[in-house]
Every structure is written in C-alpha cells, then in structure tokens.
C-alpha cells in the first residue's frame, strides 16, 4: 500500500508537461519494439517460403510436411552412419597403436645420465634420505632445551651414519611457568 502511495505523490508532483512527456516515451518505445517484431517475422516467413519454392523446384513435387519429415530422418540416418564409420576407424586405430611395438628412444650422452641419476619412485626417494649424514665435531647445550652442534668442515658428509628423526618433547617445569606467569602479571600491571 505504502508503495502506491509513493507512486500517486510522485505523479502529483510532475507537472502536466512531465506527464505527457512520459507517456509519450512508452508508447514510442511500445511501437518500435512492435516493429522490430513485425520486421523479423516477415523477414522469417519469407525465408520459408523461399525454402519451400527452392525445395519444389529441385524435387519438382508439392512439398509436405511428411516429405520434410522424411528427409529429416534420412539426414539423421546418414549422421548415424558418418559416426557409426568414425568409431569404427577410431577402433581400428586402437588396435592398431595396442599391436604397434613401441620404439626405442635415441638418447644422447645427457639424456642417459639424467636418466641414470633421476628419482623414480617417492619409496626410493625414502631409502636414499638416510645414506648421508653431516658430520658434527662438537656439542654444546646453551638450554635444557637447546643443543648447538659444530659442522665439521673437513668431513661434511659421513656415508656409514644412518640418522633417523628423533622428536623431544620436554615441559616446562612447574617452577619455571609459574615465574613466568609472575613475570606476565606484572607486566600486565606495568602496562595498565
């Protein structure tokens, strides 16, 4: 209700020039629009039609719907057949690529070392990850939880040691978290 309302205020509000001027931009858009349907309907029927003439001509016999209809299921018929022959020489093609024994590839010098040296496999990869180790010539722990090691510079590399990962979990101790909670609140009143 609301909605009409608005309406019929905003129309009061024109004046009678504003009105007519309305109106008139509809009823010019109304009849262009119409036209352009006219145009296109005629300019459609006379492509029919010319259709249908050209059609008799050839064939010299009065075209009907059931002749049109029949030459559309032969077209059909003769798409089935052009895709019927396409899978067929596609086949043909499968057996013949299955019964073809592959060629070797000519590799050259760079090729066959690449090859030679490539990964194959995510389980070889694996195996390779423990062949080499870093040597290390000292450790030092700074912190419970810290260790710095040295790298040994004339040995880098130890082909024997077999590291595999050690994961450490260490806590905090009660005393230590509570000295840092301590810390924290007094910050916190530093702060406020």
Not at 5 to 28: E, G, M, P, Q, Y
Not at 64 to 86: C, G, P, T, V
């Amino acid at each position: 209700m609301q909605i009409i309302n608005d309406i019929v205020s905003f129309i009061k509000t024109l004046s009678l020039v504003d009105i007519v001027f309305f109106f008139a931009v509809v009823a010019l858009m109304l009849l262009i629009v119409t036209l352009i349907h006219f145009i296109l309907e005629n300019k459609y029927n006379e492509e029919i039609e010319e259709k249908n003439i050209n059609i008799s001509e050839n064939n010299n016999v009065p075209i009907s719907i059931n002749n049109i209809e029949a030459k559309k299921i032969e077209q059909n018929k003769n798409n089935d057949q052009e895709i019927l022959k396409e899978a067929n020489d596609l086949l043909e093609i499968a057996a013949a690529l299955e019964q073809a024994e592959p060629n070797n590839i000519n590799l050259n010098r760079y090729e066959e070392e690449q090859e030679e040296k490539a990964i194959i496999s995510y389980d070889e990869l694996l195996e390779r990850t423990n062949e080499w180790a870093i040597n290390y010539s000292e450790e030092e722990s700074i912190a419970e939880d810290l260790t710095v090691k040295k790298v040994d510079l004339n040995n880098l590399v130890n082909k024997e040691i077999s590291l595999k990962p050690e994961i450490k979990v260490s806590v905090i101790s009660y005393e230590k978290e509570e000295a840092f909670l301590a810390a924290l609140k007094e910050l916190q009143h530093l702060l406020n």
